[in-house]
């Protein structure tokens, strides 16, 4: 079953705006983490956060992470066309590094 | 630097037919592999995970195995391939010792017929 839930499914915005979305997971965590994925490609590593982290920075991303109300989320500051893609959460539970991903945020940028 | 390679990109097999997906990681020693799988518009779901060679574990019933031959090669396998097996396939890695990050490959879309 799939631990994260990803909100919204569905994100459209214009280049230079600001893109938010939010995971929400069901148990403890040891980190969670955001991938993105191109269409049809494989995923690529964004950002990590550790469960005891509330904050964590990477360029343009934004990463919130609050283990009382079990969620997290994504901001990405200046949109560009080029961060069109989904975004997907998954968290790791255990020492095997095991991760549960959501169903993901489709996101478009439209110049 | 490290590199992991999955082949083939694209497969189309019929029902019934066997399965046979490779993974390869570059660069690293006893990496922690994974293979995930994808379905149209979904999220990944882990299929298996091996900690070292000979070592599997299943994370889900079904039709597939999969095997460390070596320590840096992970394979898929089926002997008689159903239409539910359709999907993405995605191969991942991570250092041993305590790294969290997971790397993954290119990914392998597979249709069943």
């Known amino acids: 079953s799939q631990q994260g839930e990803e909100d919204p499914q569905a994100l459209s915005i214009q280049e230079g705006e600001n893109a938010t979305m939010n995971c929400s997971y069901k148990?403890?965590?040891?980190?969670l983490q955001w991938y993105r994925q191109n269409s049809g490609r494989g995923l690529v590593h964004l950002i990590l956060?550790?469960?005891?982290?509330r904050e964590k920075h990477s360029g343009r991303l934004r990463v919130t992470l609050d283990t009382s109300k079990k969620s997290s989320s994504l901001l990405i500051t200046a949109s560009r066309a080029a961060d069109t893609a989904s975004y997907f959460c998954a968290t790791a539970f255990d020492s095997w590094g095991k991760l549960q991903f959501g169903a993901g945020t489709q996101v478009v940028v439209t110049p | 630097s490290q590199t992991i390679h999955q082949w083939p990109a694209t497969l189309v097999q019929p029902v019934g037919s066997p399965l046979s997906l490779e993974c390869t990681v570059e660069g690293t020693s006893n990496p922690n592999l994974y293979w995930y799988r994808q379905a149209a518009g979904r999220g990944l779901q882990l299929l298996f995970y091996s900690v070292g060679i000979g070592q599997i574990s299943s994370e889900v019933p079904q039709n597939l195995s999969a095997s460390r031959p070596q320590d840096r090669q992970f394979i898929l396998s089926s002997k008689k391939l159903l239409l539910s097996d359709s999907g993405f396939y995605l191969c991942?890695?991570?250092?041993?010792?305590?790294?969290?990050?997971?790397?993954f490959g290119p990914g392998t879309r597979l249709l069943v017929l």
């Open positions: 991942a890695w991570r250092a041993s010792g305590g790294s969290e990050t997971q790397y």
């Open positions: 956060i550790r469960s005891n982290e």
């Open positions: 148990t403890s965590i040891n980190n």
